[in-house]
């Protein structure tokens, strides 16, 4: 209420600002992006009473309107960074598996996200929402189809199929190739190379955050893990920090590196050291590392690894790279390593992309990887074994 006259939240700015209020000039409006009602209305009731009054809620932009007496200087100005941090943007997410379905899940919190996935899981989310589990309990619920709207004018493609999905989901993103920043959070190498062959705005990243699929409509978020964000082409510091405050604000922690090479051969060596042997032991992360076993087996698989990541030109170091590995595989202990899945679901898993990458580096460099090669051997067979016993109609998509 100001002066007998209240301003009603099914007004819209245009029309508060156009007629003013009684006794004072005509009001000046701005949009504060992503904000909840309760969220908005909680930081406004903590200025001068009459200050600041919120109006209609329209598409998703919260509009605040600045009545101007005393102290308002600093007010609005307060607020409008609050706007400038939390901007709304639409989010494309192509391939809704365990980590796109997460990604997708907490970023639909605070934005327009579309997920693009299998029929079985879309058709979930559409009827129940998509449930995440374990470390984030939410039930969120984006927009989900299994191909990509026509009317999707995305600002962020995140692209988190299965490494040897790449080229294909390239195919159907190309009209968001001149405008959109693409994002890759996939395992394996090769991945950013192939998207910058047509989009112009690449970011390559990677994440250790564990997450199984559960089932259709439902993912399970089984450890906290930290994302890394790199500069591929066409995109500068400003880019990163951007999407890296867009991650954070809906809870994803993210850093930013300048040299994003060296952050994907971490995260190859640590995947290596981890999947297969998860997968071929059949076993969930935390066990294998309380095993003295394959712990061992773990280690010389790590020390290979670390060679070849070496001699590609990556700055790492073997104990560090170690130490990261048994730090991630503690973290997600009850988490089942996305190889595992793939097998447990008789698909086609990604040891080519992972550990394939390394045995064929290492053969460039002529560095013997006898471990590597066993269980790139092995996980291969296992996939043979299962392709012969699903027959024809055995799944190999990624979506």
């Not at 994907?264 to 309380?290: D, Q």
Request: with cysteine; glycine share 6%.
């Amino acid at each position: 209420m100001k002066n007998g006259k209240r301003v009603r939240r099914d007004e819209s700015p245009s029309d508060i600002s156009s007629r003013g209020l009684a006794g004072q000039a005509p009001i000046s409006s701005f949009s504060c992006p992503s904000f909840s009602w309760p969220l908005l209305s909680s930081l406004f009731s903590v200025y001068t009473k009459g200050v600041l009054k919120v109006a209609k809620r329209q598409k998703n932009v919260y509009f605040a309107i600045y009545i101007k007496t005393e102290g308002c200087e600093t007010h609005i100005e307060t607020v409008l960074e609050c706007a400038r941090i939390t901007q709304f943007v639409e989010v494309l997410v192509f391939g809704a598996g365990a980590i796109g379905s997460f990604f997708g899940a907490l970023l639909s919190q605070r934005h327009d996200v579309t997920l693009i996935g299998r029929a079985e899981h879309i058709s979930a989310i559409k009827s129940r929402g998509l449930r995440v589990r374990g470390k984030t309990a939410i039930i969120a619920k984006p927009h989900a189809a299994i191909r990509v709207p026509r009317t999707a004018s995305p600002d962020f493609v995140f692209v988190t199929t299965k490494s040897y999905d790449t080229a294909n989901a390239i195919l159907a993103l190309r009209p968001f190739a001149d405008r959109a920043i693409f994002v890759t959070l996939q395992n394996g190498l090769g991945n950013a190379e192939t998207i910058a062959k047509t989009a112009r705005r690449v970011v390559a990243g990677t994440t250790t955050h564990g997450v199984t699929f559960v089932g259709p409509g439902e993912i399970r978020h089984a450890g906290i893990g930290e994302t890394v964000l790199g500069a591929w082409s066409g995109v500068d510091e400003s880019d990163l920090v951007r999407l890296r405050d867009l991650l954070a604000d809906v809870g994803i922690v993210a850093s930013v590196t300048s040299d994003i090479r060296t952050e994907l051969w971490s995260k190859l060596v640590v995947n290596a050291s981890i999947n297969p042997i998860a997968a071929l032991a059949e076993l969930p992360n935390g066990r294998i590392v309380r095993d003295k076993h394959l712990l061992a087996v773990l280690d010389m698989v790590c020390r290979e690894a670390t060679e070849v990541a070496k001699a590609e030109g990556a700055r790492v170091d073997y104990e560090e790279l170690r130490h990261r590995t048994l730090l991630v595989a503690k973290r997600t202990a009850s988490n089942r390593a996305s190889m595992l899945q793939d097998l447990d679901r008789h698909r086609r898993t990604e040891i080519d992309a992972i550990t394939g990458s390394i045995v064929r580096a290492a053969e460039r460099h002529r560095i013997p990887v006898p471990l590597n090669a066993a269980l790139y051997a092995l996980v291969r067979a296992r996939e043979a074994a299962h392709h012969e016993a699903s027959g024809p109609n055995v799944r190999h998509q990624s979506l």
